[in-house]
């Protein structure tokens, strides 16, 4: 159920992903989503937006850390040339979903307005952390390879918004080149700056 959540993030969006659309695409019984997730939809999008977080953060720091910051970045960028190409541009980033696009309950009401601007900050909360997570993993590998902490920082976000960003364009665009054209351009900044 989570990983159909967090698949249905990244394609569809957060408003899309409703515990009835989990329910249809995970083939589970409706009862059972209610079971594991008394919270309902709120509590289901966090463990969706974790699992998508971890999806992303462990093969990056298993790249980096065996192949360091410029090849490991290569190989995790053909990761998602591959996870774009076979889905046919339909898959982005679970996480960035979350980040930009507002939170609606399952139930409408007027009392959900204030309920669902706390869930939304919440995840945001929770988007931003991982964030925070994948430039962690990027800045220590850069330190790792003799870059100065800050310096490293910013790399490393600029690596993460850039890699986001032409995610989406990609998708937008049904082609892998914004992605091959941003790489190009981040591998220059880091080959600098390890010279």
């Known amino acids: 159920m ?4 967090a698949d249905l993030l990244r394609r569809k969006g957060m408003t899309a992903t409703s515990m009835r659309e989990v329910v249809r695409y995970s083939n589970t019984p409706r009862g059972s989503i209610a079971h594991h997730f008394p919270g309902g939809k709120r509590q289901l999008l966090e463990a969706a937006v974790d699992h998508a977080g971890r999806e992303v953060s462990e093969p990056l720091a298993q790249l980096l850390g065996k192949h360091g910051p410029v090849k490991g970045l290569e190989m995790f960028v053909a990761l998602w040339r591959k996870i774009l190409e ?3 541009f339909q898959a982005g980033c679970a996480v960035l979903a979350v980040a930009v696009e507002q939170y609606a ?9 204030e309920l669902e601007a706390q869930i939304q900050l919440q995840l945001l909360d929770q988007a931003n952390g ?12 850069l330190q790792e390879a ?3 902490d800050i310096r490293s920082r910013s790399l490393a976000l600029l690596a993460i918004a850039s890699i986001e960003g032409s995610v989406a364009l990609c998708r937008a665009a049904r082609s892998v080149e914004p992605l091959d054209l941003i790489w190009q351009e981040l591998q220059r900044s880091f080959e600098r700056e390890l010279t």
């Open 86 to 88: 076979e889905t046919a």
């Open 2 to 5: 989570i990983a159909g959540a």
């Open 130 to 141: 991982i964030f925070v997570q994948w430039q962690e993993i990027i800045s220590h590998s």
């Open 105 to 113: 309950s399952d139930q409408r009401g007027e009392s959900e307005t």
């Open 146 to 148: 003799g870059v100065a």
